[in-house]
């Protein structure tokens, strides 16, 4: 059981949890993600855990903090509950993004609430590596917070929305390809809706650009165990691979994704 | 001697062991009633991170069809009150790579495994049959009848006590080893199929897998899974599945495995003082890795509460 710092809200529906992870055996990785219990009491209702990734880790002070949108039940609980309160967790787990060592310049893509697991990634990347970011959702006060974390960082940002003009106005994806003509990218890590891991991954390999994605799968364990997870490879439909193991961050081309 | 001691003791005493008895008397000895269920528990070393494996009575693989399978498309998994709904469709390697690269992984922690079997003709599970008989790592086969029968216009093997007499004395004349029917909860009269089980020389039933399910997308206004159709467990079955094994063990006299939403040592309970002889935790071991620890503890302190030294005096002692 770990106890919850904080849990705020950082925009519409999106909350900042903060849990002091003394106790974690070890130290996750950027794409890595945790399985939550989010009853009360001893409730078993809901009865399967939440899957959240690593939106941010400190091993000094041993914060570890997710970025979540209310979108359900177990959701909803999870934003009910107070500073002091435990929680139960269990991670971290899964495969996490590869750090490259001698790329010039990554590009990071991020769309909705799949921006979260980028901002980790961008944090232990800034400082040896050029990164640019480049942001997409659905409206301005969604990305608030996001603006706010990565511009504390060493990297360039660029954000985009459907519903109103920043850099731009449209998808990242769009935001991206306009871009990428004045910089170029040697390695790219996406992150956001299937739809848009799909869109983003046919661009990049149309280009030869070589990357990696972090798929949202529904996920019954989160350990391997159910094969609720299970991809199907892009080599053969035999061959599978478990989101919750040998992911969530697959390279680009490495599963069927959907639409 | 002081208290610390004489409390340890008597927990040294309790007597978790319990025996799953044979036709030929080869009888399968358990060193405590928790088997893990088929499909919830990897293929071992998966739940071996969060525990030590060789604290369970028994391990059961996932599903193992004659070739390999690559399940339904996702998603696989829903929700509901208390409860899961599953459309995995039996992704495996197929018997052969089962045999190469699996069960050598299984087979290196020291208690008994089963190996749970499914077809989609009464000849798959003949053949798979057959191979599992030559691996001596095997202690025994769960036969999962919740499949379709392709040759019978899909409908269930496990609804037809027919299907059933006939699989299971197929089995068993290619089968020497120790050999339990998995019995659907799809049907009007679960003893009909039980029977058909025991008739036919199953060694035990295990009951029950799950309910037939679906959920719907409201925002989508679609069914959630791919597959349409899954399967519910979890907490929302156990009496459905307790009411099961009560009335099963009314007609049998071969062991029952009782399973379906068992979530703690009271749950356990319940299913040995309906009549089963050991139990099965299936999706518990999706919400809580290592379960079958606090499940065993919690086991011992309610015969301790009961002052009862031996588990198997539970067994069937509510119908008396
Ligand atoms: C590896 C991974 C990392 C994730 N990281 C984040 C994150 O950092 N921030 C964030 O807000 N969300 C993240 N998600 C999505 C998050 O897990 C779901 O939004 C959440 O489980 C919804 O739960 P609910 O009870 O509120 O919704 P419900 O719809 O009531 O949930 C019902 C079931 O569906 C599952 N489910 C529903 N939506 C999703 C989804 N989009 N992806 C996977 N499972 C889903 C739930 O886990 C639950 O089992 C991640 C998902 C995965 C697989
Ligand atoms: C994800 C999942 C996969 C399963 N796979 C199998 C399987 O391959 N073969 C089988 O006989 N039963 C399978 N089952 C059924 C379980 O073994 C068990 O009978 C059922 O879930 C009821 O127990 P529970 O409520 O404790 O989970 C599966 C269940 C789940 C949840
Ligand atoms: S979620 Fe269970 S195997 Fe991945």
Not at chain 1, 6 to 14: D, E, M, Q, S
Not at chain 1, 38 to 61: A, G, W, Y
Not at chain 1, 131 to 160: D, M, P, R, V
Not at chain 2, 128 to 151: D, H, M
Request: net charge positive; hydrophobic share 40%.
């Amino acid at each position: 059981m770990f106890k919850i710092i904080a849990n705020r809200l950082v925009g519409p529906k999106i909350y900042e949890i903060i849990i002091k992870a003394d106790k974690l055996i070890e130290q996750p990785q950027p794409g890595q993600f945790f399985n939550l219990k989010v009853n009360k009491l001893k409730s078993k209702d809901p009865f399967l855990r939440r899957p959240f990734s690593v939106f941010d880790f400190n091993p000094v002070s041993q914060q570890l903090t997710f970025v979540y949108r209310v979108v359900g039940r177990g959701t909803e609980i999870l934003s009910s509950f107070k500073v002091g309160d435990s929680l139960d967790l269990l991670g971290p787990l899964g495969k996490g993004f590869t750090l490259p060592e001698n790329k010039k310049s990554l590009h990071l893509i991020g769309g909705g609430i799949g921006i979260a697991p980028l901002y980790y990634l961008a944090r232990v990347l800034a400082d040896q590596q050029q990164l640019s970011i480049y942001l997409g959702a659905e409206t301005k006060t969604e990305l608030n917070f996001f603006q706010q974390k990565f511009s504390e960082l060493k990297c360039s940002i660029k954000l985009t929305a459907m519903a109103e003009k920043l850099d731009f106005k449209g998808t990242a994806l769009q935001l991206w390809l306009k871009n990428l003509p004045a910089n170029k990218a040697d390695f790219i890590y996406v992150c956001g809706p299937e739809k848009m891991l799909l869109a983003v991954e046919k661009e990049a390999l149309a280009r030869n650009i070589d990357g990696e994605l972090s798929v949202e799968k529904r996920m019954g364990c989160g350990i391997g165990i159910c094969l609720s997870c299970s991809c199907q490879s892009v080599e053969s439909p035999l061959t599978r691979k478990r989101a919750c193991i040998e992911g969530p961050v697959f390279k680009l081309g490495e599963v069927e994704l959907d639409e | 001697m002081n208290k610390q001691q004489s409390a340890t003791d008597l927990t040294e005493k309790i007597d978790l062991a319990t025996v799953l008895k044979a036709k030929n008397g080869s009888h399968l000895k358990l060193k405590n009633p928790l088997i893990t269920a088929s499909g919830t528990c990897g293929n071992g070393h998966e739940l071996a991170k969060f525990f030590d494996l060789n604290q369970l009575g028994a391990f059961t693989t996932k599903g193992i069809t004659l070739q390999a399978q690559p399940g339904n498309k996702t998603p696989r998994i829903a929700e509901s009150a208390a409860g899961i709904i599953n459309s995995i469709g039996l992704e495996n390697p197929g018997v052969d790579q089962f045999i190469a690269k699996k069960l050598p992984e299984t087979a290196q922690y020291n208690l008994p495994i089963l190996a749970n079997i499914s077809g989609y003709q009464a000849d798959d599970f003949v053949n798979i049959a057959i191979k599992l008989a030559e691996q001596k790592e095997i202690s025994g086969l769960e036969v999962n009848l919740s499949c379709p029968n392709i040759k019978g216009g899909g409908m269930i093997f496990g609804t037809d006590p027919e299907n059933v007499f006939q699989i299971t004395r197929k089995i068993k004349q290619v089968y020497p080893g120790y050999i339990i029917v998995k019995l659907t909860p799809n049907i009007t009269d679960i003893t009909t199929t039980a029977l058909a089980a025991e008739e036919a020389g199953a060694d035990a039933v295990a009951l029950i897998n799950t309910l037939s399910a679906m959920k719907i997308d409201i925002e989508k206004q679609k069914p959630l899974l791919a597959n349409t159709y899954g399967g519910l467990s979890g907490p929302a079955i156990k009496p459905i599945a307790v009411k099961m094994v009560y009335q099963s063990y009314q007609k049998l006299t071969i062991p029952i495995i009782g399973l379906g939403g068992i979530c703690s040592g009271s749950d356990v309970i319940e299913f040995l003082l309906a009549g089963a002889t050991a139990v099965g935790l299936g999706s518990i071991n999706l919400r809580e890795p290592a379960a079958a620890l606090r499940i065993l503890a919690e086991i011992k302190d309610y015969l301790k509460k009961h002052q009862l030294n031996k588990l198997s005096s539970l067994i069937g002692a509510a119908h008396q």
